[in-house]
C-alpha cells in the first residue's frame, strides 16, 4: 500500500509510523498527545447524566402550521407523481 500522501504530515507533526498486532499501519502523535492531555487538571465527576432537552422550542400554533405545510407537500408530491398535470 503507498501512502506517500502523508509523509509530509507526519514530518511536519513529528509524527512516527507503528504497525498494529492486526497489521494495520498507526500513526502516533506524541508531541499532540503530550498538549491534549495536560489542558485541565480537574476529574470528571463520577456520574454524569443526560439533560433533557425539547424536540422543539416552536408552540403548538407553529407545530400545527409546519404539520399543515407537510400534508400540503405530501398532496402535491402524490398530484405531480400520479398523472400530473397533462399540458
Not at 454524569?48 to 407537510?70: C, H, K, M, T
Amino acid at each position: 500500500m503507498n501512502e506517500s500522501w502523508v509523509l509530509p504530515a507526519i514530518s511536519k507533526l513529528n509524527g512516527r509510523p507503528e504497525v498494529a498486532q492486526n497489521g494495520q499501519i498507526v500513526y502516533v502523535f506524541d508531541d499532540l498527545q503530550t498538549t491534549a492531555g495536560s489542558s485541565r487538571g480537574g476529574k470528571p465527576p463520577a456520574i454524569l447524566e443526560e439533560q433533557e432537552v425539547p424536540f422543539s422550542r416552536a408552540d403548538d400554533g407553529n407545530l400545527f402550521l409546519v404539520g399543515l405545510l407537510g400534508v400540503a407537500n405530501l398532496v402535491g408530491a402524490a398530484y405531480l407523481g400520479g398523472d400530473g398535470p397533462n399540458w
